[in-house]
C-alpha cells in the first residue's frame, strides 16, 4: 500500500506590528487544489486574499492559531509566532480524520515545512525555509489565512478603539500609529514591550 505524503504549511502573521495579537495558520492542500489562486499573502490583493482564503477553508485541512499581545509580551515575539504555530497544528489535527475520510486516504505521514529560520514544536518532521511563503502552495495557504484571520481582529478592534486606526494600518509602525501612541497612550492592545 503506498503511503500519502502530506506536506503540512506553516506561517504567521503579524510579528511586526506594535499592536494586537500574532496569528498562525497551518494547511495541508489536497492533490487537485487550484494552485493558479495562491500566492505569498502580501503579494495578493485584499479581494483576492478573501477569496483565497474562502476557497482554503472550504477544500484544504487547516488550522488557525491566535497569541495576544499580553502574552507576546511575557515569551516575547519570536515564541509567540512559533506558539501560535503550534496551536494552528492542534486545531489544524481536529480536522484530519474527517478530511482524511472525504479524501479517501487509506495510509498517510505528514511533514511540515514553515515559513522563516524556526520550526513550531509540533509532532512531525518539520523544516523551516526564508521565503517558504513564495515557494510552497502549502506556505502559501497557510500565510493566507494567518493574515485574513489577523487582519480581520484588527478591524474589530478598529471599531473598540477608533483613535488608533488599526483598520488602517493593522497595528503596523506607520507614522500615524506610533504618533497616536505617543500622544494619548498605548491602547489595552498595543503590544508595551515594543520600541515606540
Known amino acids: 500500500m503506498a503511503i500519502e505524503i502530506l506536506q503540512a504549511g506553516f506561517d504567521e502573521a503579524g ?3 506594535l499592536a494586537g495579537p500574532v496569528s498562525a495558520a497551518c494547511v495541508i492542500l489536497p492533490s487537485d487544489f487550484p494552485l493558479e489562486i495562491l500566492n505569498d499573502s502580501k503579494k495578493l490583493s485584499e479581494k483576492k ?4 482564503e474562502a476557497v482554503i477553508k472550504e477544500k484544504a485541512c487547516w488550522g488557525t492559531g491566535l497569541v495576544d499581545n499580553f502574552t507576546i509580551d511575557k515569551i516575547n515575539i519570536l515564541q509567540a509566532s512559533l506558539l501560535a504555530m503550534k496551536m494552528a497544528f492542534e ?3 481536529k480536522m484530519l480524520p474527517l478530511w ?3 479524501h479517501k486516504l487509506e495510509s498517510y505521514t505528514i511533514s511540515g515545512i514553515t515559513d522563516g529560520n524556526f520550526c513550531p514544536d509540533v509532532e512531525i518532521e518539520c523544516r523551516c525555509e526564508p521565503k517558504a ?3 510552497y502552495p502549502c506556505v502559501m495557504a497557510a500565510s493566507i489565512l494567518a493574515k485574513t484571520c489577523r487582519d480581520r481582529i484588527m478591524i474589530e478592534m478598529d471599531k473598540k478603539y477608533p483613535e488608533y486606526g488599526y483598520a488602517k494600518h493593522k497595528g503596523y509602525p506607520t507614522q500615524d500609529h ?3 501612541c505617543r500622544k494619548i497612550g498605548p491602547s489595552p492592545i498595543q503590544r508595551l514591550s515594543f520600541n515606540y
Open 100 to 102: 482524511v475520510a472525504e
Open 91 to 93: 486545531n489544524m489535527k
Open 15 to 17: 510579528r511586526g506590528p
Open 49 to 52: 486574499r478573501n477569496f483565497a
Open 178 to 180: 506610533i504618533k497616536v
Open 133 to 135: 511563503d513564495g515557494k
